[in-house]
């Protein structure tokens, strides 16, 4: 069935440098997605959306891009900072609800 | 403003018994949804209600069930616990259900 993964499970990023965080999507009709943050013991917490008329949105050092063609999303985090660390999960909302990947966990080192 | 509550934040229950969590959403969300989270499996949809209707159903035995209230708090209710149900439950509020969903913090469920 159509779905919404990541293409990596972990990605670790020193303090400072700007993180990339990737999610391929398979429904095409598709036309809203959402970027969330999970650290330990908490609920998500959504970070960023961007609705499928647009390619990119920026927020605070968080900017989301869209890319269509290859249903393709990813988010991008400027200076990465220790708090960053945390699992990052991209959903897709369709008929049925939000769609959510696995998840990127993201391990920032000093 | 009051983001989502959910209660309790914990429980443990044996097999057999049911289960009943709340969710309070933020003020003026009419809609809420649930999931279930699981090292396995990640986050799953459960259901979605909307003015006290469901309008959205995942894939779940009919085991999981939810109600929502004209305040548009909801429950949900396990019944028959299977040790399979320890998860953590979310839930999600948003004003329609077709713009950015908030989560709670959880329920952590432990069938023992």
């Known amino acids: 069935g159509e779905s919404v993964g990541l293409h990596l499970p972990t990605l670790s990023v020193q303090e400072g440098d700007n993180s990339i965080i990737n999610c391929a ?8 997605f959402i970027w969330y943050k999970q650290e330990s013991g908490k609920g998500p917490q959504f970070i960023i959306d961007i609705r499928s008329n647009m390619d990119k949105r920026q ?7 869209l890319n269509k063609t290859v249903k393709h999303l990813s988010l991008q985090i400027a200076a990465t ?3 960053d660390s945390a699992v990052y999960f991209c959903a897709e909302r369709g008929p049925a609800g939000l769609s959510f990947g696995a998840g990127t966990t993201v391990t920032v080192r000093a | 403003k ?6 309790p934040r914990y429980l443990i229950k044996t097999r057999g018994q049911q289960v009943t969590l709340s969710c309070s959403p933020i003020s003026g969300h009419r809609s809420v949804s649930w999931y279930q989270q699981t090292p396995g499996q990640g986050l799953q949809f459960l259901f979605e209600y909307f003015s006290e209707t469901q309008r959205n159903k995942g894939n779940f035995p009919g085991r999981f069930s939810g109600r929502q209230f004209s305040n548009s708090r ?4 396990v019944s028959t616990l299977e040790l399979g149900d320890s998860a953590l439950y979310l839930c999600a509020s948003s004003t329609d259900g077709n713009t950015e969903a908030f989560f709670g913090q959880g329920t952590r469920l432990t069938v023992v």
């Open chain 1, 25 to 32: 999507y398979s429904n095409s009709a598709s036309d809203y």
């Open chain 1, 59 to 65: 927020g605070q050092r968080v900017t989301v891009l």
């Open chain 1, 81 to 83: 900072q220790p708090g």
């Open chain 2, 2 to 7: 009051a983001g989502v509550t959910q209660t």
């Open chain 2, 74 to 77: 909801s429950e949900m209710n």
